[in-house]
Every structure is written in structure tokens, then in C-alpha cells.
């Protein structure tokens, strides 16, 4: 047997020992994931057939270089997780799953993935720090390639190397290439910053209304590193957004923002962030925004370990319900083992400010395109102080693109009470 598939076989033998995950995981209390053998592939599929699809007619990663990007910085590598050397390959220097509530989604990955990228992002040729004409722009697109699959993305960036990024799954922007059922998807991505290393990273997470979707982003940053993550998800069937960021080195800094909207559907953000250096500094914000029967859970956790001096963690959660009666649960925590921090955390949970509200109606708007133009100001402010740079939301057409998706999630009977339920 090869190493491949034993490897395969023996993360299979894991979760069947593990009996996935327990109804009393913390993390899940109030969102539970579908059962093991469905992201396994083992229930079968729905319909009859096949749903692969070629990475020649587009499935699979697709890398779109943007601008002027400088020649010789980008090392792109496709592996096939069924041949052993290429497997090596892709899993090298990753850590093995833990014992986290999360574990088990990483054992059905490795029992599932078939193919991933990994990418190596280069630092300017002359060392020392990148300007603007030194930064390395990528889109990255994922399209479905099976019914059930476990994609996987690795990116080194070398010490001191810069990189925007948008990572772009959009099923509801439906091609030829799409599959056109419902679908599965375990999707882990692991991001390692040199010192001195930036990442602006813009995720686009837009499932299809059936499918059950889990992505799994972990960052380790080394001293200096800067990871700034916005996030736009829409939910499905069910729907995890789970990042796990380690400030590994001094100085270290990450800032992650999440709009998540939810229209009878399900959706859940993950944020967990590990100072474990002195002077290191992290930013979560979330806005909720839920329609119909939603549900929407925010969990973001912050852990500062024994003799990281001086760090700084901040939460900041929020839940609107737009329409009906959704169910917003909101989770900030924060875990001190240090004395000399700063740290804060909160979340608030209400209807659109009615003075608001009130004002853009005196402007002659209808009251769903109000409702819009409040939602998309907060909302892009939220994406805004994640990606820290102004002139990102354009270049990278954020608004445009959350217009498009507020647009849709209030597309339901315009004056239907928001009422909702929440818990803080």
C-alpha cells in the first residue's frame, strides 16, 4: 500500500475512533456540523451521476495574476494528493491535526483531499521592504470539482514579501464549469508570513442555497508579519468560516473583519487568535446581518499567553436582524494569562438605527433601498479597517460586490418586522 493511501486510510480510522464531533464541543453548542460520513463522501450522492469536472474547463484553482505584478515572484505548484511524492509535497512543514473541537474536520481532509495548490510568493529582488510597485496581486478562483471534495491551498511568503489577495469561491455567480447540485466542501487553507511579511487577503464565500461548506484558514506570522482578512460570506445548507491565527513572533499583528448574511439559512464565524509574543495586536469585527429564519453564530476567541508584554486584542461583534425572526448568537472571549495588556471586547445586537433610517427616507429613497445604503455603509467599514488601506475597496471593487450581496439578501417583502432572537 503507498504511503498516499494509507496516510488516507489511517486519518478514516481517526474520526471513526473520535465519533466526530461531540454534541458538548464548546465551539459548536449552538450551530452542530452534519454528521462524519458527509463530508466524507460515504452517504453517497443526492443524484444520480457524476458531478467532477475537469481543471481544463476551469474546476478547481484557478490563479489570475492582477496589475503590474513583478515577474519571477510567484512559484505556483498543483499536487496530486493520491501520488505519494507530490502528497509530501503539499503537506510539508504543516502541522498535524491537534486535539482542538475543530480536529476531526482536518482528519476527514486528509482522508478526502485529492489535489492543492501551493504557492510561494518571493520578496523584492533587492531585500529590503516591498513598495506598492513590489507587491505581488493575485485572484485566486475556486469552482467545485466533485460533489464532495476537500480542496487545499498552502502560501509561503518569504520574509518580507507583500501580497494582496482575493480568494474567490462564488457558486451564486453559477458558470458552465459549475457543478449545479448541492454540494460538500472541506476546504483547508494554511498561510505562513516571514518576518516582516504582509498579506491583505479578501475571501468571497458565496454557497450555493443547499450546500454544506467549512473553511478552515490558519496563519502562523512570524515577527513583523501584518495578516489583515476581510470577509464576505453568505449562508447555505450550513456554512463554518473558521480562521485560527498565531502571532508566533514580536510585533506580529493581525485584523480580521466578517459580514455574514443569512436569509433561512445557516452560517457561523470562528475566530481564534493566539498572541504568543510580546507587542503583538489583533482586531476582530463581525456584522451580522440575518433574515427569515436564520442562524448566525460569531464565536471569536483571543488567547494571550504567559509573557506576551504589552498586547493588544480587541473584539467587536455585531448582529442586525434585516427581516423576520433570525437567531443571532454572538460569543466574544477573551483569555488573559498576562498582566501588562490591553484588551477589549463586546458585542451589541439591535435593529438599523431607526434616526437612520428615518433621514435616508426624507432623501426620497424607497425604504429597501434605505435599508441598503445604511447596511452597505456599516458593513463597508467593517471590510474597510480590515484591509487598512482606503484605495483596497476599490482597486479590489469590494463595494461593488457587497452591493450585489445586500442587494440580494434584501430582495424578501420590503417592511416585514425584524424582530429576531439573540444571545450574547
Given amino acids: 500500500m503507498d504511503s498516499a493511501r494509507a496516510d488516507a486510510l489511517s486519518a478514516r480510522s481517526r474520526i471513526a475512533a473520535g465519533q466526530w464531533i461531540a454534541r458538548s464541543a464548546e465551539s ?31 474546476a478547481g484553482w484557478t490563479l489570475h495574476p492582477m496589475g503590474s505584478t513583478p515577474p519571477g515572484r510567484v512559484d505556483a505548484r498543483w499536487l496530486d494528493a493520491a501520488d505519494p511524492a507530490q502528497r509530501a509535497e503539499l503537506f510539508a512543514g504543516l502541522p498535524a491535526p491537534g486535539d482542538e473541537d475543530a480536529a476531526p474536520f482536518a482528519w476527514a481532509h486528509r482522508a478526502l483531499v485529492r489535489q492543492g495548490l501551493r504557492l510561494r510568493i518571493g520578496a523584492a529582488s533587492d531585500g529590503r521592504s516591498a513598495g506598492r510597485d513590489e507587491t505581488v496581486w493575485l485572484q485566486l478562483r475556486h469552482q467545485p470539482r466533485a460533489e464532495v471534495e476537500a480542496p487545499m491551498l498552502v502560501i509561503d511568503l518569504q520574509p518580507g514579501a507583500q501580497l494582496v489577495l482575493i480568494e474567490a469561491h462564488e457558486r451564486e455567480a453559477a458558470s458552465a464549469t459549475d457543478c449545479q447540485r448541492a454540494l460538500v466542501q472541506n476546504l483547508h487553507v ?38 489583515h482578512q476581510a470577509l464576505l460570506a453568505s449562508g447555505c445548507g450550513y456554512h463554518l468560516q473558521c480562521s485560527a491565527i498565531e502571532l508566533l513572533g514580536e510585533q506580529a499583528q493581525a485584523r480580521t473583519a466578517g459580514v455574514l448574511l443569512a436569509d433561512a439559512s445557516n452560517l457561523e464565524q470562528q475566530v481564534q487568535v493566539a498572541h504568543g509574543a510580546a507587542h503583538t495586536a489583533s482586531a476582530v469585527d463581525v456584522l451580522a446581518l440575518g433574515s427569515g429564519s436564520a442562524r448566525i453564530v460569531a464565536n471569536a476567541h483571543t488567547r494571550v499567553a504567559p509573557g506576551a508584554d504589552e498586547a493588544q486584542a480587541r473584539q467587536r461583534l455585531n448582529g442586525i436582524p434585516t427581516a423576520g425572526q433570525p437567531r443571532l448568537v454572538l460569543r466574544p472571549h477573551l483569555e488573559i494569562q498576562h498582566d501588562r495588556v490591553q484588551a477589549a471586547h463586546g458585542a451589541t445586537w439591535g435593529a438599523m438605527p431607526e434616526d437612520a433610517l428615518f ?18 455603509g456599516l458593513a463597508g ?22 452591493g450585489r450581496s445586500l442587494a440580494r439578501h434584501l430582495a424578501g417583502p420590503a417592511g416585514h418586522d425584524a424582530r429576531g432572537v439573540c444571545h450574547v
Fill in 359 to 376: 433621514y435616508a427616507l426624507q432623501r426620497g429613497l424607497d425604504e429597501r433601498a434605505a435599508r441598503t445604503l445604511i447596511l452597505h
Fill in 190 to 227: 494554511h498561510l505562513r508570513l516571514g518576518a516582516g511579511a504582509t498579506l491583505r487577503h479578501l475571501r468571497l464565500v458565496a454557497p450555493g442555497g443547499q450546500d454544506r461548506v467549512a473553511h478552515h484558514v490558519r496563519s502562523r506570522l512570524d515577527r513583523g508579519a501584518l495578516y
Fill in 28 to 58: 459548536f453548542r449552538h450551530l452542530p456540523p452534519p454528521a462524519a460520513e458527509v463530508w466524507l463522501g460515504e452517504r453517497g450522492p443526492q443524484h444520480p451521476g457524476s458531478c467532477d469536472a475537469s481543471p481544463l474547463a476551469g
Fill in 381 to 402: 467599514a467593517a471590510l474597510a479597517r480590515a484591509l487598512d488601506l482606503p484605495e483596497l475597496m476599490d482597486t479590489l471593487g469590494v463595494d461593488e460586490r457587497l
